[in-house]
């Protein structure tokens, strides 16, 4: 019982800190999933499956791929990534926003595979990174790594924001319609309940 206490505490405090203000959602939320995406992509970078780092890729925007060898360089990399994957977190709060926190991680899924397409595909085709990437696997890894992105990323937010940010689902809507009309009803009957009295005379 103590620990149930507890556990109840600690989730009062953690809805008391939920937030409205939707650029700190947004860049949180997007900061939480490049993280996680830049965790996978290491893995499958030591496993032999991804050729490069994002690091790299982001860092190659600026610089010659031959300077990222360099600490400081690669830094600089780490940081232009975890910034862009931040910001990018902003419009898939807004979509959120739109559309409501139902089947949040599949809308986050399909955001992650959008930026996978814009942003990787579209900038290895128009030469937005000088770093290239030659094999399927790295492709098909980079993928994997967006859509941890859009899972985590749309996670956090909904457990970072206030209820209130994200519009009620038509099925919550329906149902507090019905309730604040089944309200109304019992009002309005005990209303005339209690209005009704029975004359009684006294001869």
């Known amino acids: 019982?103590?620990?149930?206490?507890?556990?109840?505490?600690?989730?009062?405090?953690?809805?008391?800190g939920k937030m409205k203000d939707s650029i700190p959602i947004g860049f949180l939320g997007g900061l939480a999933g490049?993280?996680?995406?830049?965790?996978?992509?290491i893995m499958f970078k030591k496993m032999g499956l991804s050729e490069k780092t994002y690091a790299q890729y982001a860092g190659?925007?600026?610089?010659?791929?031959?300077?990222?060898?360099?600490?400081?360089?690669?830094?600089l990399g780490q940081i232009l990534h975890l910034v862009t994957g931040s910001i990018i977190g902003i419009p898939l709060l807004a979509i959120l926003k739109k559309t409501g926190k139902d089947n949040y991680l599949f809308k986050g899924a399909v955001f992650g595979t959008f930026t996978w397409e814009l942003l990787y595909s579209f900038g290895l085709r128009y030469k937005v990174f000088r770093a290239e990437a030659h094999t399927t696997g790295t492709h098909f890894t980079t993928l994997i790594d967006n859509l941890i992105y859009g899972f985590v990323s749309s996670a956090t937010m909904v457990f970072l924001a206030d209820d209130s940010v994200f519009p009620k689902s038509p099925v919550k809507r329906a149902e507090n319609t019905l309730e604040s009309e089944i309200i109304e009803v019992r009002d309005s009957s005990s209303e005339s309940?209690?209005?009704?009295?029975?004359?009684?005379?006294?001869?």
């Open 60 to 75: 190659s925007v600026v610089m010659k791929p031959f300077r990222l060898f360099f600490g400081a360089n690669k830094l």
């Open 193 to 203: 309940t209690y209005e009704y009295q029975p004359e009684v005379r006294f001869h």
């Open 34 to 41: 490049t993280i996680f995406m830049d965790l996978s992509n």
């Open 1 to 16: 019982m103590k620990l149930l206490d507890n556990l109840n505490q600690v989730v009062r405090l953690l809805s008391i």
